[in-house]
């Protein structure tokens, strides 16, 4: 059955985000295994996940997801994506094309508390960064190495770049 939808267009999740959220990271666009589990950074080798928890010194790999949010969002963290759709074959941030970029400023208009904006990886840096108008300004604003595993830097340097979120905190 057609349903007119091209299968290759991939559309980001829900922000993760209330009044308390005064960190927000933003990835580009969630990749095949997050987008099939209807869950951020689902892929298992994705090392998004230890990384914020050693920022927080906390572990959130071991916790069910759902509560792996509620953790975040009690910390004061948010997560959401600067792409809210795009073509892409597999899960890889270079293959992205024909992106519409997600309302970031409409969002943080509603986060009384963000103090920093983390962009995981370049892709979202760069594609956020112009999206985020006046906002780029008057937050915070850290470029962090990527949590994907296509991004080979080792996970101790990665990890050093990621505590800077505490700071905010």
């Known amino acids: 059955m057609q349903t007119g939808i091209d299968p290759a267009v991939k559309t980001h999740l ?3 985000v209330d009044d308390r959220t005064r960190v927000l990271i933003l990835g580009s666009l969630p990749g095949e295994a ?4 209807q ?3 689902a892929h298992p080798q994705n090392a998004f996940w230890r990384l914020v928890g050693d ?7 071991t916790l069910p997801y759902e509560a792996r949010l509620d953790r975040l969002r009690a910390r004061g963290v948010g997560l959401w994506d600067v792409v809210a ?16 970029a997600a309302d970031l400023q409409g969002l943080i208009a509603t986060l009384p508390a963000l103090r920093c904006v983390g962009f995981n990886g370049a892709t979202a840096a760069k594609i956020g960064s112009k999206s985020l108008g006046t906002w780029a300004e008057r937050l915070a604003i850290l470029r962090l190495p990527s949590s994907s595993p296509a991004f080979t830097q080792p996970f101790a340097r990665k990890a050093e770049a990621w505590r800077a979120l505490s700071a905010y905190l």
């Open 14 to 16: 829900a922000p993760v």
């Open 55 to 61: 920022a927080l010194s906390e572990d959130f790999a």
């Open 85 to 100: 759709s795009a073509t892409r074959e597999g899960s890889l941030d270079s293959a992205i094309r024909l992106s519409e």
């Open 39 to 41: 869950r951020y950074y």
């Open 34 to 37: 997050s987008l099939a589990a």
